[in-house]
């Protein structure tokens, strides 16, 4: 870990031991230092903790919790390198992605440090002369948080502003592969001025007890969850015996449409965009590819072309593009289903090499059809499957054929074409002749097996707060 000139972020850090977790480095396998890990009962003691802290938090005025939130955002600026360092470092992509999402992760920041000053209630025409209604918006009261590895800080801030926007303490579990992101972010909370039980980031050796404790406990009012939809639903499951709050932020298999009128240099670039970013490991990548007949050898020439540029490597090289894959088990996976491809017809145009350690070169399938397995599953990897269309009409019908339903993308110079095909998409959220969407302002989050809630924009606070409708009568 040398290199982090602000020391102070690596305080939660430890030695070896039995109460302790390694942390890796997945470009080369080395042990970058340790985590603690707490027991159950410590995870009941920062409840109580967290529920004391959110009945003063609640009384502070929104003005003075933007002041708080402001401060964090410019020292998650001013420590913006040994951030992106710390996250490339355990979570393998390039520096200059990682940096990327310091500032995406900072953003929420500083949107949720504004927006929890607008968080208006209503007033009501009443139907009644003798009445008068309102509503005002309170927080949930402590929120709880399980969040992933592929984008260590920035799942956690588009949770944990809104949050603390709000008037709510917020308790964080991250993944265990890259609590370091994590506990930095809050360090530089602390620092602007958080007190430290608004804000805790807990570990323990088992996701599945931490996942029991926060469902379970009656004192968590609010469970925000990114993951997997399998893991998403059984964690629903547990929140029904509390009755708690919860958006889930789940799987995806976005379609990545190119119609025989798109500007495919366009295409091209947002292709590769959607598709590597973070080596294919965000539920929001490109999964299938869709190209029309028409084009679809310029394409596949154009986009083959692109993806040889790639460049894979450590992430803390300059010019790499790809990092490794978060573990052995992410591997093994992209592996098979590749493999898989291969065996019920699909042809590799380009890539499909495992390489040394956790890299695998990023792999263009051609020759695919709907009925494959690939075109169904979330692949998680550098795997771009490509797939002939002829006709808008059973493209759509493809498209829309998944039990997800988060991000989708097409390309199209036509305005008609664009209204009717973004109307007619079943998912959450459509980029047109765009291959990255996602930005603080924008509502994020899916439909259908993809989850609920929305996350970021002006909506992300609501998932935060409860209307409470007040009735003056006597008039
Ligand atoms: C995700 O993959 O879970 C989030 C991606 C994003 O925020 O763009």
């Not at 805790?200 to 996942?211: M, R, W």
């Not at 590749?338 to 956790?358: E, F, K, P, R, W």
């Amino acid at each position: 870990m040398n290199n982090i000139k602000n020391t102070s972020l690596l305080r939660a850090t430890c030695s070896a031991n039995d109460d302790a977790i390694a942390i890796l480095n997945p470009a080369n396998g080395d042990v970058l230092t340790h985590i603690p890990l707490i027991s159950v009962s410590d995870i009941h003691k920062y409840i109580e903790r967290s529920v004391l802290a959110q009945k003063q938090w609640q009384s502070t005025t929104a003005a003075e919790r933007s002041v708080i939130l402001q401060r964090w955002y410019e020292l998650m600026l001013e420590n913006s390198d040994d951030l992106a360092r710390i996250m490339t470092l355990e979570q393998g992509k390039p520096l200059a992605e990682a940096k990327g999402e310091v500032m995406y992760g900072a953003s929420f920041v500083q949107w949720f440090a504004e927006e929890g000053k607008r968080t208006y209630g209503d007033t009501i025409p009443s139907p009644s002369s003798s009445k008068r209604l309102a509503t005002i918006k309170q927080p949930v009261g402590v929120a709880a948080a399980i969040t992933p590895w592929n984008f260590p800080i920035a799942m956690i801030t588009r949770k944990a502003a809104p949050a603390l926007a709000a008037g709510c303490s917020f308790i964080v579990k991250p993944a265990n592969q890259t609590p370091l992101s994590a506990y930095a972010t809050a360090e530089l909370a602390y620092q602007a001025g958080l007190p430290r039980d608004l804000l805790i980031v807990i570990n323990h050796h088992s996701s599945v007890v931490i996942g029991d404790v926060l469902c379970e406990h009656p004192d968590i009012k609010k469970l925000s969850f990114t993951g997997s939809t399998g893991v998403g639903s059984q964690l629903l499951k547990q929140c029904a015996s509390t009755l708690k709050r919860t958006s889930m932020e789940l799987g995806g298999n976005a379609p990545f449409i190119v119609f025989d009128d798109a500007n495919i240099d366009d295409a091209v670039k947002g292709a590769i965009a959607s598709k590597f970013r973070n080596a294919g490991q965000t539920c929001v990548c490109a999964n299938r590819f869709y190209i029309h007949d028409a084009i679809y050898d310029t394409f596949v020439e154009k986009f083959t072309q692109a993806v040889s540029e790639l460049r894979i490597g450590n992430g803390l090289e300059p010019g790499v593009s790809i990092g490794p894959l978060i573990d052995e088990r992410a591997k093994h996976d992209v592996l098979s289903y590749i493999d898989n491809a291969v065996s019920q017809g699909a042809t590799i145009h380009y890539g499909g090499d495992s390489l040394d350690g956790l890299f695998v070169t990023p792999t263009v399938l051609t020759q695919v059809s709907q009925e494959m397995d690939i075109v169904q599953t979330e692949l998680f990897g550098p795997i771009a499957p490509l797939i002939r269309f002829y006709d808008d009409e059973e493209l759509l019908t493809h498209a829309n054929d998944t039990i997800y339903g988060l991000a989708s993308y097409f390309y199209t110079q036509s305005i008609h074409r664009a209204l009717q095909i973004a109307e007619k998409l079943e998912f959450g959220m459509v980029g047109i002749n765009e291959g990255l969407i996602s930005n603080e302002v924008a509502p994020f989050g899916g439909v259908k097996h993809s989850g609920f809630g929305r996350e970021g924009a002006k909506q992300g606070i609501d998932e935060y707060m409860n209307i409470k409708y007040l009735c003056f009568g006597g008039y």
